[in-house]
């Protein structure tokens, strides 16, 4: 939960509101070094097991640093240096006995641009079980066959498993990126900006699915698309410049926002 | 009326730039016509380097060439009934010369030739051709031998032509520089373009590198006199300078070459693989080796065929580290490579020779053996291309 902002805002509802579900993510004070840039100010924030949660923002504001934080693929970045504590289902994430692999395994990402392997569809699934220890086949095609339900894409791919994963278009790519993510089960499923390469129907597909996945999984998704923000989470938390200015229930932040920014980057003044 | 015509007129004029096309950028046209012309005298660079390789060597391919060490002798009655081209030949003779040559010299060249007979050997061997084909290729049981054997032997009364063993010599040393080559080079490559920290790499890429910037006749130079007494001590056996040898410092050269293309390749694969396969909780070695290394394969399999060329072509350290082409396979006996036979002995081979023409025969060979292997390669790439891009 942000501290400054969200203290304004009427104190009973939003924790009514955040009591809803239990908290699986909680930032403390963490802020975020490039060099001696620091592109993440000091944020606090409180994540719901089971609900979409949006970062909106403007170009460059740091939403994506921050969801790139929680399964710390900002390590692979030269130069990051991270202060304050973020910690998921209780344990400090950025703690030393840490295996970032593991947290991965747990913390699920996809990403911006659709990125499947050059391989088969089939193969880009199982590539995923195998670093899981999954080795039966029989088990492995159930799997696969799961998780390209869930992802919407098993209607349309169900003949053609063993043809390269990059011969689909652009949403069908995204949605196997998912299929991918969710095979493993993770915990909490990341996602930068998943349709924003896509076109208006790709996007709606994804958006569907992005409700139907919202039952087993804990989401965070960063979107330049207000409307969708609106459309998908339950909760949002709009950034600017490094800085949490808000961070409430959904409806709130796009109806009643309690801090004059918010106000003018939901209604389009800028950003 | 004539206010129209003028709008119009001017309309026109604004326009009539449109026009001028290619002739308004000439120097533009000129340097790309320039360039056309440069890549494709290139080509042709190419092509008249293989006709003029191939030309020499065209007697052997006809078979009018004869390598025999007894030649046929007639008495001089015989000869001067024969028809003048059919003397001419006998004796050798260019159009010119037999021309120029009066009846008394004919006589005389016919006389000479007769008394040769009391010289020539009594060895089985020496009214062989050694030029034909058969003796090129086939194992022949020589005299002197208890068995057929595949020999190349230039020197002496009869020259044995058997290209076998120098072929055989050619495979082996590449074979054994490929095999210490790849591992490293690509180990190396695969290491630097994924898993080295950027502040390493910056450093370890031109380091190996520099590997190319060796001269061949230095590593050739350090293969005989280093390399050499040191593996012979490692190993024990007994030929100091072989196969193993040969191959193991061409592998020195092959290494940055594989290397380099390599590491381009592996580069080249988009950072969203890593990133995807990260996320989903692989280490970076998993990656590069399961999603990486896979994607760059028609790249690393370019950088293979490649390192291979390279190491067939290669002559001054296979001349230095190599000796007597023998016929064996096993790798710590010596060998002489095709390259490094062309090398040592065109200096001492008669000009238009037999053995200056089997060694032109050779040079057309490695040639094509080196354009058939690259062409194969080619497609090998495309379709490993297409499948990873999903193209049927």
Redesign the interface.
């Known amino acids: 939960m942000g501290e400054a902002p969200v203290t304004r805002a009427p104190q009973v509802k939003t924790t009514e509101l955040a009591a809803e579900t239990p908290a699986i993510v909680e930032i403390t004070d963490l802020s975020l070094f490039y060099g001696a840039t620091k592109a993440l100010k000091n944020i606090s924030v409180t994540i719901s097991e089971k609900i979409v949660t949006a970062f909106i923002g403007p170009s460059g504001c740091g939403k994506s640093t921050l969801l790139r934080c929680l399964?710390r693929?900002n390590d692979?970045i030269?130069n990051v240096r991270i202060e304050g504590k973020c910690h998921i289902a209780g344990q400090d994430i950025y703690g030393h006995d840490i295996d970032t692999?593991?947290?991965?395994?747990r913390v699920?990402?996809v990403?911006q641009?659709s990125?499947?392997?050059?391989?088969s569809i089939h193969e880009n699934i199982a590539?995923?079980l195998r670093?899981?220890g999954t080795n039966s086949k029989s088990e492995m095609d159930e799997i696969v066959e799961r998780s390209l339900r869930q992802a919407a894409l098993w209607d349309e791919v169900k003949d053609r498993l063993h043809?390269?994963?990059?011969?689909?278009s652009g949403g069908q790519q995204q949605r196997l990126?998912i299929a991918?993510?969710i095979a493993?089960q993770p915990e909490i499923l990341l996602m930068d900006e998943p349709a924003s390469a896509l076109d208006p129907i790709a996007t709606a597909k994804i958006e569907e699915l992005i409700l139907e996945l919202k039952k087993d999984y804990t989401i965070v998704i960063v979107t330049h698309n207000m409307q969708q923000a609106a459309r998908v989470s339950d909760y949002t938390a709009f950034f600017y410049m490094g800085q949490l200015v808000e961070f409430d229930r959904t409806l709130k932040i796009f109806t009643n926002p309690s801090q004059r920014q918010t106000e003018d980057y939901v209604t389009g003044r800028f950003g | 009326m004539s206010h129209k015509v003028q709008e119009n007129a001017e309309k026109a004029n604004r326009w009539i730039g449109i026009r001028r096309g290619q002739t308004r950028r000439p120097l533009e046209w000129l340097a790309e016509k320039g360039i056309l012309v440069v890549s494709f005298s290139t080509i042709l660079m190419v092509l008249l380097i293989f006709i003029f390789v191939t030309k020499e060597a065209l007697p052997i391919f006809f078979g009018t060439m004869n390598s025999a060490a007894n030649q046929t002798i007639l008495s001089v009655e015989e000869a001067t009934k024969l028809k003048p081209e059919a003397l001419r030949e006998y004796l050798n003779l260019t159009q010119k010369e037999f021309a120029d040559a009066d009846a008394e010299t004919r006589a005389l060249l016919i006389e000479v030739r007769a008394e040769a007979a009391k010289d020539q050997s009594k060895d089985k061997d020496a009214k062989v051709n050694t030029t034909e084909w058969r003796y090129l290729l086939k194992a022949h049981q020589w005299t002197g031998y208890d068995k057929p054997e595949y020999i190349w032997q230039p020197v002496g009364d009869i020259h044995k032509y058997n290209i076998i063993p120098l072929l055989l010599g050619s495979l082996k040393v590449s074979l054994v520089a490929l095999a210490f080559a790849l591992p490293i080079a690509l180990g190396a490559a695969l290491y630097v373009s994924q898993l080295a920290r950027p502040s390493t790499k910056e450093w370890l890429k031109p380091a190996i590198e520099l590997l190319s910037g060796i001269p061949s006749v230095v590593l050739g130079f350090f293969a005989l006199i280093v390399l050499a007494s040191a593996l012979q001590n490692i190993f024990g056996y007994q030929t100091r300078l072989n196969a193993f040898l040969a191959g193991l410092s061409l592998g020195l050269a092959v290494i940055p070459l594989v290397f380099s293309i390599a590491e381009d390749a592996l580069t080249t694969v988009p950072a969203s693989y890593m990133q995807a396969a990260l996320a989903l909780g692989s280490s970076k070695w998993q990656a590069a080796w399961h999603i990486i290394l896979p994607a760059a394969l028609p790249g690393v399999f370019a950088a293979a065929v490649l390192g291979f060329g390279r190491a067939l072509g290669e002559t001054m350290i296979v001349l230095m580290t190599s000796s007597a082409s023998i016929m064996s396979f096993s790798l710590f006996d010596s060998a002489r490579p095709i390259t490094a036979a062309i090398a040592a002995e065109l200096a001492e081979a008669v000009f238009g020779g037999h053995h200056y023409r089997i060694l032109f025969m050779l040079g057309a060979l490695l040639f094509s053996l080196t354009f058939v292997l690259n062409l194969l390669a080619d497609l090998v790439i495309s379709k490993l291309r297409n499948r990873l891009e999903g193209k049927k």
């Open positions: 399964n693929m692979l030269d692999i593991e947290l991965r395994k699920g990402m990403f641009r990125n499947p392997f050059p391989k590539y995923a670093l899981h043809t390269s994963g990059l011969g689909l990126c991918r993510a493993i």
